[in-house]
């Protein structure tokens, strides 16, 4: 049988309490993994009203600091009585073996190291392990609860409470569910390094191999022409040089004086695009003649607002921003927070205005420390934490964090958060620009 641990031996990690939650309605778990865990403790309670009594005590801050350890998670639960009770859930911990099986899996795609880093679980992952025999996911009955208040349910509304606190845990980061089956962040990226290593050491000496015997001559098929030029080993001709790039992108066809339009058709609307698809292209030729070209990805398509919102900041008329506003199905005021957002960083700021999203604790834990130990003043000032934002109290001005790694400044003006500037690495250096301002 696999080994349970406590709290307090090496690996464990302590959270702080998480404030109240907001809205009866509001779901303790956004991600599929923080869905799975709820999933797991509901269909093993023996009791529906203790649950909702431990949601209710989970949204009211009833739970305080969580520590999680390999194989449980423990915190104080306020109850009726002065002294919070000790709450505990056990979970089974994954054998050295099923551990072989899973970083195996993971070190195959860098993605699933990527989406772990950016706080996703890759459901690819989850599914690929359980039909290994490895369970990643918890399943009914895999949540051992247990509490020291005198309550025989299973669970009690205590450790209820925690097992739901958790799951707001899992949401933040999905290292939290690898170190309750056995094995904390740090353990495993330094495995992870280790296996890429051997990997990529393996994969070296086998092309040095392949290198050394030769390319081997294709045989050429009976009717087959490019068989021979394959067998003869030709170099191909080499590729002519692009064209130069131009100082600026042309304007296009002049269609709004034109004297005979055609039906139907907006010679103004033509004239933008036109203006448009040239300075596009004039920006791509640009990053194809760079000397990174190659080392850098093509950018993602845009959707349909984001395209608009390019637009509207590519070419800031007032014609124009009026025309976007009566057609994309947003109003004025967040076409106006989206252009400025765009012109900060793009797509990537437009996301940060539109979406938060939950960054992995490691990494807020990491930029926190940096914040306090680059401030020049003595102590920052005291933020609000919720999600990727970082609120300054006291101020109207605000932090997040994007998913490029980027901090972008936000402040608010008669209730709207407006984006302020650039972004920037480091949290400093954006706050205290903003607060300068």
């Given at each position: 049988?696999?080994?349970?641990?406590?709290?307090?031996?090496?690996?464990?990690?302590?959270?702080?309490?998480?404030?109240?939650a907001k809205g009866s309605r509001v779901p303790f778990a956004e991600s599929?993994?923080?869905?799975?865990?709820?999933?797991?403790?509901?269909?093993?309670?023996?009791?529906?009203?203790?649950?909702?009594?431990?949601?209710?005590?989970?949204?009211?801050?009833?739970?305080?600091?969580?520590?999680?350890?390999?194989?449980?998670?423990?915190?104080?639960?306020?109850?009726?009585?002065?002294?919070?009770?000790?709450?505990?859930?056990?979970?089974?911990?994954?054998?050295?073996?099923?551990?072989?099986?899973?970083?195996?899996?993971?070190?195959?795609?860098?993605?699933?190291?990527?989406?772990?880093?950016?706080?996703?679980?890759?459901?690819?992952?989850?599914?690929?392990?359980?039909?290994?025999?490895?369970?990643?996911?918890?399943?009914?009955?895999?949540?051992?609860?247990?509490?020291?208040?005198?309550?025989?349910?299973?669970?009690?509304?205590?450790?209820?409470?925690?097992?739901?606190?958790?799951?707001?845990?899992?949401?933040?980061?999905?290292?939290?569910?690898?170190?309750?089956?056995?094995?904390?962040?740090?353990?495993?990226?330094?495995?992870?390094?280790?296996?890429?290593?051997?990997?990529?050491?393996?994969?070296?000496?086998?092309?040095?191999?392949?290198?050394?015997?030769?390319?081997?001559?294709?045989?050429?098929?009976?009717?087959?022409?490019?068989?021979?030029?394959?067998?003869?080993?030709?170099?191909?001709?080499?590729?002519?040089?692009?064209?130069?790039?131009?100082?600026?992108?042309?304007?296009?066809?002049?269609?709004?004086?034109?004297?005979?339009?055609?039906?139907?058709?907006?010679?103004?609307?033509?004239?933008?695009?036109?203006?448009?698809?040239?300075?596009?292209?004039?920006?791509?030729?640009?990053?194809?003649?760079?000397?990174?070209?190659?080392?850098?990805?093509?950018?993602?398509?845009?959707?349909?607002?984001?395209?608009?919102?390019?637009?509207?900041?590519?070419?800031?008329?007032?014609?124009?921003?009026?025309?976007?506003?009566?057609?994309?199905?947003?109003?004025?005021?967040?076409?106006?927070?989206?252009?400025?957002?765009?012109?900060?960083?793009?797509?990537?700021?437009?996301?940060?205005?539109?979406?938060?999203?939950?960054?992995?604790?490691?990494?807020?834990?990491?930029?926190?420390?940096?914040?306090?130990?680059?401030?020049?003043?003595?102590?920052?000032?005291?933020?609000?934490?919720?999600?990727?934002?970082?609120?300054?109290?006291?101020?109207?001005?605000?932090?997040?964090?994007?998913?490029?790694?980027?901090?972008?400044?936000?402040?608010?003006?008669?209730?709207?958060?407006?984006?302020?500037?650039?972004?920037?690495?480091?949290?400093?250096?954006?706050?205290?620009?903003?607060?300068?301002?």
């Amino acid at each position: 049988m696999t080994r349970r641990s406590r709290p307090g031996e090496p690996g464990a990690r302590t959270f702080e309490a998480l404030p109240p939650a907001k809205g009866s309605r509001v779901p303790f778990a956004e991600s599929w993994w923080g869905r799975a865990w709820l999933r797991s403790l509901e269909e093993s309670s023996l009791d529906s009203g203790r649950l909702s009594r431990g949601r209710t005590y989970a949204r009211g801050g009833a739970v305080g600091p969580v520590t999680v350890a390999p194989g449980s998670a423990a915190a104080p639960v306020h109850g009726s009585r002065p002294t919070p009770y000790r709450s505990t859930v056990q979970v089974e911990q994954l054998t050295d073996r099923q551990w072989d099986q899973l970083l195996d899996m993971i070190a195959e795609r860098a993605a699933n190291i990527a989406a772990l880093l950016d706080g996703e679980m890759p459901a690819g992952l989850a599914d690929d392990a359980a039909a290994a025999g490895v369970p990643l996911l918890p399943g009914p009955r895999d949540l051992d609860p247990e509490c020291s208040c005198p309550d025989w349910g299973y669970p009690c509304k205590h450790a209820a409470a925690l097992c739901y606190q958790v799951a707001r845990l899992l949401d933040r980061d999905p290292f939290v569910l690898l170190l309750l089956r056995g094995r904390g962040e740090r353990e495993l990226m330094d495995e992870l390094g280790r296996r890429n290593t051997a990997r990529a050491a393996t994969e070296a000496a086998a092309s040095t191999a392949t290198a050394s015997a030769g390319p081997a001559a294709l045989p050429a098929r009976p009717g087959d022409p490019a068989g021979p030029a394959f067998s003869t080993r030709a170099a191909l001709p080499p590729l002519p040089d692009p064209p130069p790039l131009a100082d600026r992108p042309g304007r296009g066809p002049a269609l709004v004086d034109s004297a005979v339009p055609e039906p139907g058709v907006d010679p103004a609307a033509l004239e933008l695009l036109a203006a448009d698809a040239a300075t596009r292209a004039h920006h791509l030729l640009a990053g194809a003649l760079g000397a990174r070209h190659a080392d850098t990805a093509p950018p993602a398509p845009l959707t349909e607002w984001q395209d608009a919102v390019r637009l509207a900041a590519t070419h800031p008329t007032t014609e124009v921003f009026a025309r976007i506003a009566s057609n994309c199905g947003r109003t004025p005021g967040e076409l106006a927070a989206a252009t400025r957002a765009w012109r900060h960083g793009g797509a990537a700021s437009l996301d940060v205005l539109e979406t938060p999203w939950s960054p992995p604790a490691s990494r807020l834990e990491r930029d926190r420390e940096a914040l306090r130990a680059d401030w020049a003043d003595g102590r920052p000032p005291r933020l609000r934490s919720w999600r990727n934002r970082w609120t300054v109290e006291g101020h109207a001005a605000q932090l997040r964090l994007g998913r490029d790694g980027l901090w972008y400044p936000y402040t608010k003006d008669k209730g709207t958060w407006w984006p302020a500037g650039p972004p920037d690495a480091d949290p400093a250096v954006v706050l205290t620009a903003l607060l300068s301002t």
